[in-house]
């Protein structure tokens, strides 16, 4: 899955996947986009996880310090530079998000948004781990993935893409309870509430919360308590 996204949907055909959304998904997107920044305090150096072509790293860059996005594909990472080369305070790289290559407490907060904790195709153990050993101190990390409440309205969204030709046909018959599996091998899933608690509560030295936005976005924000010397 990880080279499907940084070879079939990239770039390009991932904005036309955008361009698509009917209005109850940019709904969605704003929503979810809003809930973040109302988060990120001028300050900030913020680094986003799973960046794409940097579609919302303009507008974190308008409130925060300085803005770093990251994104496991070659051809996302070039046309995010040539779409933000005028944003001075961002740089885009291409990097693992499980496999971070910053040193640690480097960040005021971590973004990964559009359900990337599923979408990433990793372990989400690692994942969530990784983000929280580049936060600060007080930071946060800041995942979400979609409400079971928002099912028709994205499965609605991907077969738009699926008719555009930027995904595979549906296989209807797999496709059910929140994963969505295509004939050319994409699958997405999601995480439930219940189990961001359940990853979070396995973590120490910790404080979160889970909370749902806009009946579209299931958000769980964790923030790091480190003592003196620890990494």
Known sequence: ?????????SARRLMACYALAPPRVRQYLEAETDHVLAMIHPGDIVLEMGCGYG???PLLARK?????GIDISDQNIRLGRELLHDVSNCLLLQMNAA???????MFDAVVCIQNGISAFHVDQRILITESLRVTRN?????FTSYSGKFWDHRLE??????????LGKIDENKTHDGTIVCNDGFTAITVAPEQFDELCSELKNISYTIEEVDESSVFCVISPKKTTGEH
């Open 138 to 142: 007080g930071g946060k990390a800041i």
């Open 55 to 57: 579609r919302i790293l």
């Open 99 to 105: 496999e971070l290559l910053f040193p640690d407490n």
């Open 64 to 68: 925060a310090r300085f803005v770093v």
């Open 1 to 9: 899955m990880k080279e499907y996204y940084s070879e079939k949907l």
């Open 157 to 166: 969204w991907f077969r738009l893409q699926s008719e555009a030709g930027l």
